[in-house]
């Protein structure tokens, strides 16, 4: 009678016989990808907040603890968190997650890359990033592969679950192609406009969508503006006619919010990551993101 029950229980409530795989995003946008491809089989936690710089992050005891009970990692790659994370990587001891394993995911992997240096990067050029512009998920096409990215490692490590990932991911990419077929009158009003932003954060964002970034206010990635730069910046405003000023909440607001009075065009506080702004998925995030450029450039 007790094996009777047992099987009618495993039957009744299948999920008890299904631990979840322990996912550890980097960001909260991986985190949210993952979610969208794992679905019920995986528990989701991200280390960085939405309104984190996910360069310069403060590595907490806590994020050890969570890697060393994570089934699969999911990190930026092209050295997005090479000041913080390689070393918390170590003393989490968990060899499951480590570059190169089954548990890692490198969401750069086989993306098109922008903004590849073509000569050798010192310091004097500033926090360069020598692979490449690391903030590739903002062009929904490389979203697309940052996906199939995530189920290919999560199959590896749940091959039970491997059916379930891959008609999670056929969905998400169905939707999201709907959503890229909604988004083109948004687009449409964006293409041929230029802006100037703070850090080099929506390169990929502006190469989809057809914006001109034309100038950034980080004269050097990392380093702070000079006069000499903020007054130039000044001239090329007019000059190239740039509708807006595009920024992170987390990068200082003083110098755009100067150069927004004194040009007269406006200063966009923008998201380039999910948790912040209310913003939960990766649809929501692009959606915010075209809406309220638009609306300053259209």
């Known amino acids: 009678m007790k094996k009777l029950i047992f099987a009618l229980s495993m039957l009744l409530f299948p999920a008890w016989s299904q631990a979840k795989v322990n996912v550890v995003a980097t960001l909260p946008v991986f985190g949210a990808l993952a979610t969208e491809i794992g ?54 001891r968990n060899g499951k997650i480590q570059p190169n394993t089954d548990g890692n995911v490198n969401a750069s992997k086989g993306l098109r890359i922008l903004e590849i240096p073509g000569a050798k990067v010192d310091r004097s050029m500033g926090d360069v990033h020598p692979l490449g512009n690391p903030h590739a998920w903002l062009d929904p096409r490389n979203a697309k592969l940052i996906a199939a990215n995530i189920y290919q490692q999560l199959s590896k490590v749940d091959p039970e679950g491997q059916p379930y990932y891959e008609g999670r991911l056929k969905d998400f990419l169905g939707r999201l192609d709907l959503k890229m077929a909604e988004w083109e009158p948004l687009l449409g009003k964006i293409r041929g406009k230029r802006a100037i932003s703070y ?48 920024a992170e909440s987390f990068y ?27 913003i939960v998925t990766y649809f929501e995030l692009i959606d915010y993101l075209l809406r309220e450029i638009a609306k300053a450039v259209g």
């Open 39 to 92: 679905g019920d089989r995986v528990e989701v936690k991200s280390l960085a907040r939405g309104n984190q710089d996910p360069h310069f992050l403060d590595a907490k005891p806590s994020y050890v603890v969570a890697l060393n009970k994570a089934d699969l990692l999911i990190e930026g790659g092209l050295d997005l968190e090479v000041g913080w994370l390689p070393a918390i990587l170590v003393q989490s």
């Open 199 to 246: 850090h080099k954060s929506f390169s990929y964002l502006a190469d989809w969508a057809g914006l001109e970034i034309v100038a950034n206010i980080e004269a050097k990635p990392g380093i702070p503006p000079s006069s000499k730069h903020i007054d130039n910046l000044l001239k090329i405003i007019p000059q190239q006619g740039v509708k807006a000023i595009l």
């Open 252 to 278: 200082p607001k003083k110098v755009p919010a100067y150069l927004s009075e004194k040009a007269g065009i406006p200063y966009l506080m923008l998201p380039t990551n999910t948790d912040e702004y209310g």
